[in-house]
């Protein structure tokens, strides 16, 4: 079972930025795909941004592209997310998953996820 540990997570003002990493247990780190997710109070929990083994492709739900960016460092285990023009909206606690499989499209399927962080609150401030 990979372990997942979120951080990076606090209270910012519209418009700034703030960097999630998720830091993963285990040998096989660069063999699976990853992904940020979010859950704001009384809503689902919804796709964020997607990122593939190797790094070469990534995915984003549209209503961050170009605010976000995902990217992983497989050398020491981490994914990160990058956060831009922050808004209200914003807003929730942020998790990361590792899928069961390489492609980034896999962590559109739940069945292809393996693991959970416990999640980091992002608060965005208006």
């Known amino acids: 079972q990979v372990q997942l540990v979120e951080s990076g997570g606090g209270l910012v003002q519209a418009g700034g930025s703030l960097r999630l990493s998720c830091a993963a247990s285990g040998r096989t780190f660069s063999s699976y795909a990853m992904g940020w997710f979010r859950q704001a109070p009384g809503k689902n929990r919804e796709l964020v941004a997607a990122?593939?083994?190797?790094?070469?492709?990534?995915n984003y739900a549209d209503s961050v592209k170009g605010r976000f960016t995902i990217s992983r460092d497989n050398a020491n285990n981490t994914v990160y997310l990058q956060m831009n023009s922050l808004k209200f909206e914003d807003t929730a606690v942020y998790y990361c998953a590792a899928s069961r499989r390489p492609e980034a499209r896999s962590i559109y399927f739940t069945a292809d996820l393996r693991s959970w962080g416990q999640g980091t609150q992002v608060t965005v401030s208006s």
């Open positions: 990122i593939s083994w190797s790094g070469g492709s990534t």
